[in-house]
């Protein structure tokens, strides 16, 4: 049976996400997402950024306000190809000024494309070359990918059950023929904290479900504390929210922070279905686990 988790202490800053701090005006929001994660393993530190949100603007300037230094970063991880949760990275690379891992499936960087009234980008808004060319050092990974000592990229996640689906708005080209996007690309990372696994995601098409248990199954615990990030329910029926609803029951974490692509409508269900234990999440919120 398992006693205790690897990682002591973890604190996520959400350098970027939808919704104004009241609390910290100086911040500034937009539509996307970034987190980075500090966690402490007895004297080792890592630092992890997952995503860097729509704009280098954005991300650096709330990164000055909350006194944030790049320097330190190990990795950066990419949920998925995005542009809202890509792209700030060439910013960040240009302040770093050194080669730096970045963790992605091959997958993001395809083309994507969102019809819906009508077609427009949404992919990384930066060439491979680009990237390259300010010290992104790729690491492609379809399959788990260790970070940290108890800290790990998902790579692609299994899809278990029927009600968490991808819009068909989602587009990607394949042999020069318009597709539907499956987002294969989109995973989310996990923390084997001590007080049970951290589980945190970019908008998490894949399910949010399907995504907290293959964490579940790759690590090989049941217990879950946190689950932090976008949900992407915005879209979401009343079937769907409630199907989500009842799995978060049955899982049961202690934490729950929706944000992002969640939603209003999803996100006030939740917090009206789990109270003390959801937890507000803003541009500027900063996270003690």
Not at 110 to 124: D, E, Q, T, Y
Not at 204 to 224: D, F, P, R
Not at 241 to 253: D, G, L, N
Request: charged letters at 25%; one cysteine or more.
């Amino acid at each position: 049976m398992r006693v205790k988790g690897l990682v002591d202490e973890v604190e996520l800053k959400i350098l970027v996400e939808d919704t104004k701090n009241p609390a910290k005006p100086w911040v500034w929001s937009e539509h996307g997402l970034a987190v980075l994660v500090r966690a402490r393993t007895g004297r080792n530190e890592a630092y992890i950024l997952l995503d860097t949100g729509a704009t280098g603007k954005t991300v650096l300037h709330n990164a000055y306000k909350m006194n944030v230094s790049f320097e330190k970063l190990n990795a950066i991880v990419l949920s998925h190809g995005h542009y809202d949760h890509t792209g700030g990275l060439l910013g960040i690379l240009k302040c770093i000024e050194k080669p730096i891992a970045i963790v992605l499936h091959s997958d993001a960087l395809k083309p994507k494309f969102v019809v819906k009234p009508r077609m427009r980008l949404a992919g990384i808004p930066y060439t491979k070359w680009q990237i390259e060319q300010h010290g992104g050092r790729f690491l492609f990974s379809k399959g788990v990918a260790p970070l940290a000592d108890g800290i790990w990229a998902t790579g692609q996640i299994e899809r278990t059950n029927q009600f968490e689906k991808i819009p068909e708005r989602f587009l990607t080209v394949k042999d020069e023929r318009f597709v539907r996007d499956d987002m294969l690309d989109d995973q989310a990372l996990v923390i084997d904290h001590n007080k049970g696994l951290i589980v945190i995601t970019g908008c998490a098409h894949a399910g949010v479900i399907n995504t907290v248990k293959y964490a579940q199954k790759i690590t090989g615990i049941n217990h879950v504390y946190a689950v932090i990030g976008g949900f992407h329910l915005i879209e979401a029926n009343q079937e769907r929210i409630e199907w989500t609803i009842q799995a978060f029951r049955e899982i049961s974490p202690e934490f729950l922070g929706a944000c992002h692509c969640t939603g209003d409508k999803a996100i006030k269900k939740i917090k009206e279905e789990f109270g003390e234990k959801f937890i507000e999440i803003h541009t500027g919120t900063v996270l003690k686990f």
